[in-house]
T-cell receptor
């Protein structure tokens, strides 16, 4: 049981490049989400999904796309990277069918855009 | 929309000192409350959570938190900190039943425990 996994751990992009951050969970959780963590700002929700085929925007969605074709995977795409997207990105999952809303976090991806 | 305030951004304590980190939220309805901890270089881990019942919640590693509904607060406490408690601590709120799984986080409190 690996929990929530994220790849890559580190990434450097040039402005304008695109890339996909991968997130997978093996706990059969219905809910998955992406956060970005910036110093002094805590974690802010980018996008989330309540199940395969269903996604929605969070607090800071601009510049990012997501899709959820399977329960296990929830990739985050940067369409055209900008220096303002330099951040640490965390993926999280939780079971919605239980009364508990505890979220389990992945190890994070540290992204630098130059 | 709910919001979470953590007023202590940086806290420095000596080992064995007592700890209290403040957390206030703004939301008028039923809430679920969480404290997460992030050790240096690691991902977030759940310290404790409150859904209902006893407002004094005990978590891992000797931490506890008290939910005071009238003050919209969920402060984290530990009677005696250790050097290994050096980490960043985040308070988070979820808008209770029907609010889905979305968490709103505070800006975090960086705790440094000195030997």
């Amino acid at each position: 049981n690996a929990g929530v996994t994220q790849t890559p751990k580190f990434q450097v992009l040039k402005t304008g490049q695109s890339m996909t951050l991968q997130c997978a969970q093996d706990m059969n959780h219905e809910y998955m989400s992406w956060y970005r963590q910036d110093p002094g700002m805590g974690l802010r929700l980018i996008h989330y999904s309540v199940g395969a085929g269903i996604t929605d925007q969070g607090e800071v969605p601009n510049g990012y796309n997501v899709s959820r074709s399977t329960t296990e995977d929830f990739p985050l795409r940067l369409l055209s990277a900008a220096p303002s997207q330099t951040s640490v990105y965390f993926c999280a999952s939780s079971p919605t069918r239980l009364s508990s809303y505890e979220q389990y976090f992945g190890p994070g991806t540290r992204l630098t855009v130059t | 929309a709910q919001s979470v305030s953590q007023h202590n951004h940086h806290v420095i304590l000596s080992e064995a000192a007592s700890l209290e980190l403040g957390c206030n939220y703004s939301y008028g309805g039923t809430v679920n409350l969480f404290w997460y901890v992030q050790y240096p270089g690691q991902h977030l881990q759940l310290l404790l959570k409150y859904f209902s019942g006893d407002p004094l919640v005990k978590g891992i590693k000797g931490f506890e938190a008290e939910f005071i509904k009238s003050k919209f607060s969920f402060n984290l406490r530990k009677p005696s900190v250790q050097w290994s408690d050096t980490a960043e601590y985040f308070c988070a709120v979820n808008a209770g039943p029907g609010g889905g799984n979305k968490l709103t986080f505070g800006t975090g409190t960086q705790l440094k425990v000195e030997l």
